[in-house]
C-alpha cells in the first residue's frame, strides 16, 4: 500500500543477525596469535639450533606459516584483493626460507646422525604444543567469524598440536635407540608439509590476484 504524500519513509530493517561482522574482536585475536607464533618461532630456532635437532627446526617453519595465516586474515579485514594477494605472495616466499635451512640442516647430519639432547627436544616440544594450544582455543572463539581463512588457522593450531606430540614420541625413541635418525625422518616430513602450506598460500594469493584483476576489467592471462 503506497504511503501518504509528505509521510516519513519507514527504517529500512536491518540485516539478519548472522550476516554482522565485528571485525574488532578477530583483528585482536589473529594479531595476538600471531605475536605468539611469531615469539616462539624464535624460541624454537634458537634451541634446535643448540642440539642439533632437524625435527625441532622444521617445526619453527609451522610457527612461521601460522604467523604468515594470521596476519594475512588481519590484513584481509582492512587491504583489498590485490594489496591481499600480493602480502600473500611475499609470505610464501618467507615461508620457504626457514624450511630450505632445515633441509640444508638434515643434508648436513647425514653423514653423521648425532642424536639430539632429548631433554631439551621434549621441554621445547611440550611447550610449543601449549602454544598451539591456546592458539587453537583462542581461534575456536572466532573461527566462523573470518571464513575460511580463520577457520584455516584454527585447524592449523589445532594440527600443529599433534605435530609437537609426533616429536615428543620421536624423542621418546631417540632416547631409546641412540639414533638421530628419527629425527632427520621427522624433521623433514615436517618440512614438506611446509613446502606444502607455502604453495597453499601461494595459490590462494594468486587466486585473489586473478580475481583483482577481473573485478578491475583487466584482462586475464
Given at each position: 500500500?503506497p ?9 529500512s530493517s536491518?540485516?539478519?543477525p ?26 624454537e ?15 619453527s ?13 588481519a ?13 600473500g ?16 640442516q ?16 621434549v621441554?621445547?616440544?611440550?611447550s ?11 581461534l575456536a ?10 577457520r584455516?588457522?584454527?585447524l ?23 639414533s638421530?635418525?628419527p ?18 598460500v ?20
Amino acid at each position: 500500500m503506497p504511503l501518504p504524500a509528505g509521510s516519513p519513509e519507514p527504517p529500512s530493517s536491518p540485516p539478519p543477525p548472522h550476516r554482522l561482522l565485528d571485525a574488532g574482536p578477530l583483528r585482536r585475536v589473529v594479531l595476538t596469535v600471531a605475536a605468539l607464533n611469531f615469539a616462539w618461532f624464535w624460541v624454537e630456532v634458537a634451541v634446535a639450533l643448540a642440539i642439533g635437532s632437524v625435527a625441532l627446526f622444521a617445526d619453527s617453519v609451522d610457527f612461521l606459516e601460522d604467523t604468515a595465516i594470521n596476519l594475512l586474515i588481519a590484513l584481509a579485514l582492512g587491504w583489498g584483493v590485490r594489496h591481499r594477494a600480493l602480502a600473500g605472495k611475499v609470505m610464501a616466499g618467507i615461508l620457504l626460507v626457514p624450511a630450505a635451512a632445515a633441509v640444508w640442516q638434515a643434508v648436513q647430519k647425514w653423514g653423521d646422525p648425532v642424536p639430539p639432547q632429548v631433554g631439551w627436544l621434549v621441554a621445547t616440544a611440550g611447550s610449543a604444543a601449549l602454544v598451539n594450544g591456546l592458539c587453537a582455543w583462542l581461534l575456536a572463539r572466532v573461527r566462523t567469524d573470518g571464513g575460511s581463512l580463520s577457520r584455516a588457522a584454527y585447524l592449523s593450531a589445532r594440527n600443529d598440536v599433534l605435530v609437537n606430540v609426533a616429536i615428543i614420541a620421536m624423542g621418546v625413541v631417540t632416547a631409546l635407540t641412540g639414533s638421530g635418525w628419527p629425527d632427520i625422518v621427522l624433521g623433514l616430513g615436517i618440512v614438506a608439509l611446509g613446502v606444502h602450506a607455502a604453495a597453499e598460500v601461494w595459490e590462494v594469493a594468486s587466486e585473489e590476484h586473478l580475481a583483482a584483476k577481473a573485478l578491475a576489467g583487466e584482462d586475464i592471462d
